[in-house]
């Protein structure tokens, strides 16, 4: 088997499932996931025919996958993939760098540094912010943050990534009640704590409460958030690090979708204020519809994220001009992934990113509207592309949700809203069109029906 023609096998194959998942159930067959179990076996003694595992690979698991590339699958505020982003991964993969150092990978290190002054100018945020390209927003929370715990104690006088936290003086971290658990566990990674945390009251749409934040003083570091996971809010951007700067402290923006709201002209409101903040995390693997695992870290004083992330060892050709993408990163080999990031910039321009952003909202927008017109109650302000929508009590939304998976024209998940359980609906696919909109939603009228119950 020639390394031309596997290739050419697997092109085909993508091509084909690509094609098929828009036709099946975005949930695989029962039958097809069940037949998984044919994969467990022992390691074979042998070589097999690189075909042959391509082969088992797509019989196999092709049928028993989740239809996430598809155009009517609306959960986890997940996109789709671009065709030229997945191209572009392709190409990257047969280019096989590590794209640690600059001086050993010159055009996918650079390629990370285009598409990072890119963003930077989309997002508006400070012109020499410094980045990195990391596997998500988790892991983007984890490198902006721990350049906040570094520059917050190089203000104490405490060098923390030389001496470490056992008996550095305390940080207090003051974040919002609604924040995402990845930011926690970000603060757990880094030695601040999941609970030792100051937790800030939110409204109704999760929107931290600028008027109960605390009088801060001494080390701190404030966690706010564009896009709540389940509402789509925005915190007070503006208040909270006027607030946060006053007492000096260094303010992080967890926006792992909501950040690309300023990537739009329309939407200004919503994320007034962010670019004052010290640092961002936002995904590309979600709203830019790019393959997994791509997550970026803006910090707007990248000396701090280098301080904290840097390393040097006498192995490595580390002297440059330019800039080395491992100074940015938790990992030191690691694969290209900016240049799905910088194929999707580059072919959607600034106006591609916008209608990208607006269309999907508009779709969120459109399935409010039909199920408020049906009568069943959406529990959040619809200000980006998240809808929740009650059917009723507990066990009648998750039946409608459980019937509508079973279903298989979409695909949306449950989750509990401040008290009230709710079906999640976020539209973040660049593939979906207004006619699947319309299916989706007589998809949901036709489950929910089934379980209306008249008072
Ligand atoms: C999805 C999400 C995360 C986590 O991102 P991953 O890419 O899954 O690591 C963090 N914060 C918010 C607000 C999110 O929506």
Not at 26 to 53: G, M, N, W
Not at 271 to 287: E, L
Not at 298 to 315: K, P, Q
Not at 368 to 388: F, K, M, R
């Given at each position: 088997?020639?390394?031309?023609?596997?290739?050419?096998?697997?092109?085909?194959?993508?091509?084909?499932?690509?094609?098929?998942?828009?036709?099946?159930?975005v949930?695989?067959?029962?039958?097809?996931?069940?037949?998984?179990?044919?994969?467990?076996?022992?390691?074979?003694?042998?070589?097999?025919?690189?075909?042959?595992?391509?082969?088992?690979?797509?019989?196999?698991?092709?049928?028993?996958?989740l239809?996430m590339?598809?155009?009517r699958f609306f959960g986890f505020v997940i996109g789709?993939?671009?065709?030229?982003?997945?191209?572009?991964?392709?190409?990257?993969?047969?280019?096989?760098?590590?794209?640690?150092?600059?001086?050993?990978?010159?055009?996918?290190?650079?390629?990370?540094?285009?598409?990072?002054?890119?963003?930077?100018?989309?997002?508006?945020?400070?012109?020499?912010?410094?980045?990195?390209?990391?596997?998500?927003?988790?892991?983007?929370?984890?490198?902006?943050?721990?350049?906040?715990?570094?520059?917050?104690?190089?203000?104490?006088?405490?060098?923390?990534?030389?001496?470490?936290?056992?008996?550095?003086?305390?940080?207090?971290?003051?974040?919002?009640?609604e924040?995402h658990p990845?930011?926690?566990?970000?603060?757990?990674?880094?030695?601040?704590?999941?609970?030792?945390?100051?937790?800030?009251?939110?409204?109704?749409q999760g929107?931290?409460?600028?008027?109960?934040?605390?009088?801060?003083?001494?080390?701190?570091?404030?966690?706010?958030?564009?896009g709540n996971v389940n509402t789509g809010a925005?915190?007070?951007?503006?208040?909270?690090?006027?607030?946060?700067?006053?007492?000096?402290?260094?303010?992080?923006?967890?926006?792992a979708f909501g950040?690309?709201?300023?990537?739009?002209?329309?939407?200004?409101?919503?994320?007034?204020?962010?670019?004052?903040?010290?640092?961002?995390?936002?995904?590309?693997?979600k709203w830019?519809?790019?393959?997994?695992?791509?997550?970026?870290?803006?910090?707007?004083?990248?000396?701090?994220?280098?301080?904290?992330?840097?390393?040097?060892?006498?192995?490595?050709?580390?002297?440059?001009?330019?800039?080395?993408?491992?100074?940015?990163?938790?990992?030191?080999?690691?694969?290209?992934?900016?240049?799905?990031?910088?194929?999707?910039?580059?072919?959607?321009?600034?106006?591609?990113?916008?209608?990208?952003?607006?269309?999907t909202c508009?779709h969120a927008r459109?399935f409010a509207?039909?199920l408020a017109?049906?009568?069943y109650e959406i529990l959040n302000d619809v200000v980006l592309n998240q809808v929740l929508v009650s059917f009723?009590?507990a066990?009648?939304t998750e039946?409608v949700i459980a019937d509508l998976q079973?279903?298989?024209?979409c695909w949306c998940g449950s989750t509990r809203w401040q008290e009230r359980t709710a079906m999640r609906i976020s539209v973040s696919s660049?593939?979906t069109?207004?006619?699947?909109v319309?299916?989706s939603l007589?998809a949901m009228?036709?489950c929910a029906?089934?379980?209306?119950?008249?008072?």
């Amino acid at each position: 088997m020639s390394t031309h023609t596997l290739l050419d096998s697997a092109s085909r194959r993508a091509l084909r499932y690509l094609q098929e998942i828009g036709d099946r159930s975005v949930v695989p067959d029962p039958k097809a996931v069940e037949a998984l179990c044919a994969l467990v076996e022992p390691l074979p003694a042998t070589p097999t025919d690189p075909d042959t595992v391509l082969e088992l690979l797509d019989a196999r698991c092709s049928p028993a996958t989740l239809a996430m590339a598809g155009r009517r699958f609306f959960g986890f505020v997940i996109g789709g993939s671009l065709p030229v982003t997945l191209a572009a991964n392709w190409l990257a993969g047969a280019w096989d760098q590590n794209t640690a150092l600059y001086r050993v990978t010159p055009a996918t290190a650079l390629l990370e540094q285009v598409a990072l002054s890119w963003l930077v100018d989309l997002f508006g945020l400070p012109e020499k912010s410094g980045g990195a390209f990391v596997t998500g927003a988790t892991v983007a929370n984890l490198a902006a943050l721990s350049a906040a715990r570094h520059a917050v104690y190089t203000q104490a006088g405490w060098d923390i990534e030389g001496d470490g936290l056992v008996g550095a003086p305390p940080v207090t971290v003051v974040i919002g009640a609604e924040a995402h658990p990845s930011v926690f566990k970000s603060l757990g990674i880094l030695g601040l704590g999941r609970n030792r945390v100051v937790r800030i009251p939110v409204d109704g749409q999760g929107r931290l409460r600028a008027d109960r934040l605390p009088q801060m003083s001494g080390p701190t570091i404030v966690c706010a958030q564009a896009g709540n996971v389940n509402t789509g809010a925005f915190d007070p951007f503006e208040e909270i690090c006027a607030r946060a700067h006053e007492a000096g402290a260094w303010v992080h923006v967890d926006g792992a979708f909501g950040l690309w709201a300023a990537a739009t002209p329309g939407r200004e409101h919503l994320v007034r204020g962010m670019a004052d903040a010290d640092s961002w995390a936002t995904d590309a693997h979600k709203w830019l519809n790019v393959p997994y695992d791509s997550g970026l870290a803006f910090v707007r004083d990248e000396r701090a994220l280098r301080a904290a992330m840097a390393i040097t060892a006498e192995y490595l050709p580390t002297e440059t001009d330019e800039r080395n993408p491992a100074d940015y990163t938790p990992e030191l080999s690691r694969r290209a992934r900016g240049v799905e990031v910088w194929a999707a910039l580059r072919h959607l321009g600034r106006a591609g990113v916008a209608d990208l952003v607006e269309r999907t909202c508009a779709h969120a927008r459109t399935f409010a509207e039909g199920l408020a017109a049906a009568g069943y109650e959406i529990l959040n302000d619809v200000v980006l592309n998240q809808v929740l929508v009650s059917f009723g009590d507990a066990a009648t939304t998750e039946a409608v949700i459980a019937d509508l998976q079973r279903d298989g024209t979409c695909w949306c998940g449950s989750t509990r809203w401040q008290e009230r359980t709710a079906m999640r609906i976020s539209v973040s696919s660049w593939v979906t069109t207004d006619e699947d909109v319309r299916v989706s939603l007589e998809a949901m009228l036709r489950c929910a029906a089934r379980h209306r119950t008249t008072a």
